[in-house]
């Protein structure tokens, strides 16, 4: 009876543990839906509206542009995790991400500030990249260095999983905003709303993280410097690359299927903003069902066999659904074609993410995972949004986001296939 009770006081301290890092990682995907949600919101509050296409492309890449923190923030911010501890850099890149939401959130538009505006958005941006650079990092992490063994693919699932509460969140205020304002008020001011109800669970969110122990796995360790750090990740370049490349696939088919698709449904598609919405909702509820089942799979049939599958399934599918959905669109068509890409999405990802973190060397498995991670996102799915329209815009395909993730899955099939070629160096 004591050990069944040890065991049970175990269980629940470990979904305490997962609950509480896992609610502030929630926070920096809702801000980042929330800005490719209302777009073309935001491009008309802070850039010049003289051409519209001109402003929805200048707030894409602002939205980009946050992106290209992240390596920094990896490099840096994943440093002083690997060296200080998980808790303590949690706490740090959670209030980074407040700083940039809340300046976002409350600042004044172009018409008030001029070119300020602009510039002080993609500041805001710069800060919620540079910590979101080493945020999933740190928390998967942290998840796998809790786990209990043979479960290490479901523990760090719920690093996506809890991303996925945010969407349908985001969404499901969107959809209650659409119904309650119109479109001009949205403009105007009603975007700022789920920003604003992001940052005022800020508080309860370094509460709950507050109370995280730090991992017997890393108290266990010899802590390397920050320059022993720097030089063990150089070391293990090759396998940072071909991290990156692994990361590409879960990066590009996140950020299409979640947060380009409410621009791609109304700019391309001409449907319903509140279909949309209701779109992305299934998709975060489909994506928080198959992300634990796909790691807890993992758990039993191995990492690689769930990698090639995602791969494989998004080079032969993603093209021709797109090309489908795009000759006649339609809400039925778009929630069917979004849910395959949730399931290809969440079925790789539940086996990517787990797999990052146990091929990098333990020293440096937080700056590894995450300049790895980030760099994807940097070059790759970050400007997803801004990429798919200029594509479209440039072919008049509105099916070329379908190649565009076809490429980003031949670079995830090439990085597992290479990966087990790679000598790992430690420290």
């Not at 929630?26 to 935001?42: K, N, S, V, W």
């Not at 479960?151 to 959809?175: E, N, P, R, T």
């Not at 021709?320 to 068509?333: D, H, I, K, M, N």
Request: proline share 4%; charged share 10%.
């Amino acid at each position: 009876m004591l050990i069944q009770s040890q065991q049970r006081q175990s269980r629940q301290s470990k979904l305490g543990s997962i609950t509480r890092v896992a609610a502030g990682n929630a926070l920096e995907m809702y801000d980042f839906q929330i800005f490719g949600y209302y777009a073309f919101a935001i491009a008309r509050t802070f850039f010049p509206a003289g051409n519209e296409f001109a402003s929805l492309m200048l707030s894409l890449a602002t939205f980009g542009a946050g992106f290209l923190m992240r390596p920094i923030g990896a490099i840096l911010l994943g440093a002083y995790i690997d060296h200080r501890g998980r808790r303590a850099g949690l706490l740090l890149t959670l209030g980074l991400m407040a700083l940039g939401t809340l300046s976002i959130a409350c600042l004044p538009g172009y018409e008030t500030l001029g070119l300020a505006a602009p510039l002080l958005v993609l500041t805001g941006r710069l800060l919620q990249g540079f910590s979101a650079g080493v945020e999933l990092g740190g928390v998967s992490v942290y998840l796998s260095e809790i786990a209990t063994p043979g479960h290490k693919g479901f523990y760090v699932s719920w690093q996506s999983a809890s991303q996925q509460i945010a969407v349908m969140f985001a969404a499901v205020l969107g959809i209650a905003l659409t119904s309650s304002l119109s479109s001009a008020e949205i403009e105007r001011w009603g975007w700022r709303i789920p920003l604003l109800a992001g940052c005022m669970l800020i508080p309860f969110l370094f509460l709950l993280r507050r109370s995280l122990e730090e991992t017997d796995e890393f108290l266990a360790r010899r802590h390397p410097s920050a320059s022993e750090i720097m030089r063990l990740v150089a070391a293990n370049w090759r396998l940072v690359l071909l991290g990156t490349l692994m990361s590409t696939m879960t990066t590009v088919c996140f950020y299409l299927a979640t947060v380009y698709a409410p621009t791609f449904g109304s700019a391309v598609l001409h449907l319903a903003a509140r279909d949309n919405l209701i779109v992305i909702l299934c998709v975060g509820a489909c994506n928080l069902v198959v992300l634990p089942l796909s790691g807890a799979l993992s758990d039993h049939i191995g990492r690689r066999p769930i990698l090639f599958a995602g791969t494989l399934l998004a080079l032969a599918t993603a093209y021709p659904g797109l090309l489908w959905l795009v000759s006649a669109p339609s809400f039925s068509r778009l929630l069917i074609i979004e849910l395959w890409l949730s399931i290809l999405y969440a079925g790789y990802n539940g086996g990517m993410a787990v797999y990052l973190t146990e091929i990098m060397p333990p020293e440096v498995r937080t700056s590894g995972f995450s300049l790895a991670y980030s760099l994807a996102t940097a070059i790759f799915g970050g400007f997803t949004p801004a990429i798919c329209t200029y594509l479209i815009h440039i072919t008049g395909n509105r099916a070329m986001p379908g190649l565009w993730l076809s490429f980003a899955a031949a670079c995830g099939l090439y990085a597992v296939v290479m990966i087990g070629r790679i000598r790992v160096t430690t420290g």
